[in-house]
């Protein structure tokens, strides 16, 4: 192609963002920019105050901008975006979530850009969310003419939901394995900073802290495990409305001495290095990037069969798999890898050589990008049948 493929990924979000960001973000950084002229655009509430993605994409060799909004529902957004495609002369508008494919739908419907979305789940529990937003999120990405879900649960939904089968692809998430990687250096020092001690047995477990991530169900697990584990931590670090209420478990639990609940951390890959097992809780995921990140920075997993965290992992060769909501299942897969050392090793071995392959970011950009060609070459493909029957 003499001119690259201009794509405009477009997202909108609170705060410092999740999983997505770091797709979005450092995938876009792994572009081939010969064939791809991507741009990030972000919608980004004036009324936010801890908005923190732009201080990401700063440190990132991709074309980041903003568009203001006064609130939620500011229609000014539409003119701004429609002169940022003329701008930028975009090809393909690559949505995120519920607002932004409204747009991209709204835009592909008047002529212009190809709508083409990343469903990377379902995760909020507001009512106007559950019985408002995401039952038209469905039913509005069953008509796009591709969809990339980020599991095969995903796609299974959108399937139910009236999608065309050939037109829902599922891409697993990936990681840049170069940018984590473990230094066993850096162990005893993470600890100490953490107030933790080199015999202890660390958990460690990251992500906001919302009802689907379960971290109520991991603290009580760990309280389970006292006297088995006498020496067992539980460190925390996410951020999110649940907070008060977890600290409020941990008393229940009488675990004050055993949790730390960090907060929000922009030092995960320093934290991995104090942990000796990862654990996910969740009761739904996407494809979670935690756990690739535990993957990538050998920490054991013990993770529930949620979302797409099964694809990643394969139970019993690169962590184990437990089922969710389930209290025994999750304190005997944690016993299990605590108790049997050379078997978590091999697993964290395991884990790391498939995240260097089946799930790099290498792998992920280039079915993404793919995706990419086979929408232009259909649209062209259907221009040239108009005018040839012109």
Known sequence: MSEPIRVLELRSVRGTGGGPEKTILLGTARTDRSRFAITICYLRDARDTVFGIDDKAAHLPVDYTELIERHSFDVGIWRQLKELIRLKRIDIV???EYKTDLLAWLLWQRGGPIALSTAHGWTGHSGRERHVYYPLDK?????????????????????????????????????????????????????????????????GSVGRLEPQKRFDLLIEAVSALRERIPRLKLVIAGAGSLQAELAACVKQCHVEDRCLLLGHRDDVVDLHHAFDLYVQSSDYEGTPNSVLEAMALETPVVATDVGGTAELIRDGVDGLIVPPDNQQALVEGIASLVADRQKAADAATSARRRVETVLSFNTRMASVESVYTELIAGQRSVQSSVKASA
Request: aromatic share 4%; proline share 6%; glycine share 6%.
């Open 139 to 203: 039913y509005l990405l069953s008509r796009f003419p591709k969809v990339i879900a980020v599991s095969s649960e995903i796609r299974h939904e959108l399937i139910r939901h009236g999608a065309n089968p050939d037109r829902v692809v599922t891409i697993l998430n990936g990681i840049d394995h170069e940018r984590f990687r473990r230094d066993p250096s850096r162990r005893l020092p993470m600890r100490h900073s953490l107030g933790l001690e080199d015999g202890d047995i660390v958990i």
């Open 94 to 96: 690559h949505a995120h």
